[in-house]
């Protein structure tokens, strides 16, 4: 089995906007749409409503096509066989099993999926959206998990435990030229001293620095914590692992996309991941294993 090499990416718009290769070399080239069957017929717990202009679209059209792309570890691609695995994957078939279509997975680019949605030309947005006034402008979005940051801290490191201990005199936290998004750091922990830099590619993540001593803390994104600690096992994470992966720090809620203004189809999309919430939280933690996701080593 193959694994991913997954590069440094920080809130982008789409949660892990570098693409992810599975199972095999990287390729340039649009993976080929794919598609799976799905139970006909309304199943227990949360059911599609049948006075949805969603849900009637996709019955008259005899099937669920939902845009889709590799964005590890919501969204995977086995190239061995071209087929889509993943939470966003269970997700969209299960939608599809309780409206009683079959699901078509078509391969659409993260920078479009939103406007094909708008568009009419696809049901769903299959990726993992952070939620924003201007894709709200276009779509709906029920989140259905959180992106955000963990902190990397050498494990000799005595004074960082917790994510309080940030905030103190003379805590350094590498941060990068031009990301905006640091402003939210100081917020929160205003005692806390950011340490710039230009960034060295995009898989630069500051650990380098820590082990350098110059800096005391490193920020990776929540889905790659156990890649980082697989690759750096001197290093802690501030929460823990788990916590991490489930409730990140300065979280930004993710979602997928569906059509404007449809209350009943959110309504649903609500109540659906509700009763979906283990299933997807254990699809999370298998596909952030480091068999799955690695980082560059040092």
């Given amino acids: 089995m193959g694994r991913t090499v997954q590069r440094w990416w920080m809130r982008p718009l789409v949660a892990g906007a570098i693409a992810a290769m599975v199972f095999g070399a990287c390729s340039s080239s649009t993976p080929a749409a794919s598609s799976a069957p799905s139970a006909g017929g309304q199943t227990g ?20 096509v939902g845009g889709i792309g590799q964005v590890l570890p919501w969204t995977g691609l086995d190239k061995n066989t071209n087929q889509y695995f993943g939470a966003t994957v269970l997700i969209a078939q299960e939608i599809a099993k309780r409206i009683g279509v079959p699901l078509e997975l078509k391969a659409v680019g993260n920078d479009i999926v939103v406007q094909e949605v708008g568009a009419g030309n696809i049901d769903l947005a299959l990726y993992p959206l952070y939620v924003n006034p201007k894709r709200l402008e276009v779509i709906d979005m029920v989140p259905w998990h959180q992106g955000g940051f963990c902190y990397l801290v050498l494990k000799e490191n005595a004074k960082i435990n917790t994510l309080e201990d940030l905030n103190q005199d003379g805590v350094r936290l590498q941060a990068f030229e031009g990301f905006p998004f640091y402003e939210e750091f100081k917020k929160k922990y205003p005692k806390l001293t950011l340490v710039y830099r230009p960034a060295v590619g995009d898989s630069d993540s500051g650990v380098a620095d820590v082990l350098a001593g110059r800096a005391d803390v490193a920020v990776t994104d929540n889905p790659l914590i156990y890649a980082f600690l697989a690759q750096y096992p001197q290093f802690k994470p501030v929460p823990d692992a788990a916590t991490c992966l489930n409730s990140p720090d300065l979280p930004t809620p993710i979602a997928l996309g569906s059509p404007k203004g449809d209350t009943a189809f959110t309504d649903f999309l609500k109540a659906l991941y509700t009763e979906m919430a283990p299933t997807i939280k254990a699809e999370l933690e298998k596909y952030s294993d480091p068999k799955y996701i690695v980082v560059p080593g040092p």
């Fill in 45 to 64: 717990g949360a059911q599609a409503p049948a006075d949805s202009p969603t849900v009637k679209r996709i019955k008259a059209a005899a099937k669920l």
